[in-house]
């Protein structure tokens, strides 16, 4: 489970958004930009939650010295801030996402969730589910005990999937994605790689590739029975 830490010198609105964010994360939290900055030198923060105006260290100078530092770990300004001229100053140091004041849990929730799926892909081409690790390096996927080699495109059409969980793909779409092409086979084609790829996952339980009748594909993140 992903650690997100927020930081925010206002009480009500840090328990509030920690809240909304515990059971789906571990949550830490900070009243000033400093402060989160101590926390982050411990380590095992995966993202950051952060208004901007704070005393001691404001959120563009955490931000910046968490960038300065070298720290790539997905950063998110929740923030009464809303002008062009303050999202753009944001941006140009380096946060990865930036929502205004007051906000909708379901949207920070799900902004959260892309970030955290985006920064695992684009930092080391890798999905990791549960105990399970889709290497795109290596095209393969493996476990502690076991160790799957796929063709190319049967890969990369698994990866496109695992990359967006629960989006419904067209079989155009993934034709493009995969193919690079249209093509007037694509429904033969997608089929035919889909049952390849599932027959290779037989022992792979934590994660499904469904059919959605006259729509396309999704891949579906298995919850453990309780």
Known sequence: MATILIVDDERNMRLLTAARLEGLYKVQTASDGKEALDIIHKGGIDLVVADIMMPVMDGYELLRTLRREGYKMPFL????????????????????????????????????????????????????????????????????????????????????????????????????????????????????????????????????IITIKGLGYKAVINEEEE
């Open 77 to 208: 300004f929740l923030t009464a801030k809303e002008s062009l001229e303050d999202k753009e100053h944001g941006f140009s140091l380096g946060t990865d996402d930036y929502i205004t004041k007051p906000f909708s849990s379901d949207e920070l929730i799900w902004r959260i969730k892309a970030l955290l799926r985006r920064a695992d892909i684009q930092e080391s081409n890798k999905i990791r589910i549960k105990n399970v690790t889709i290497d795109s390096e290596r095209y393969a996927v493996y476990t502690d005990s076991e160790y799957i080699e796929f063709p190319k495109k049967e890969f990369n059409l698994l990866f496109k999937l695992l990359s967006y969980p629960e989006r419904i793909f067209s079989k155009q779409e993934l034709m493009e994605a995969v193919w690079g092409y249209d093509s007037d086979s694509a429904e033969d084609t997608i089929k035919t790689h889909i049952s390849r790829i599932r027959n290779r996952l037989s022992g792979i339980d934590c994660f499904s």
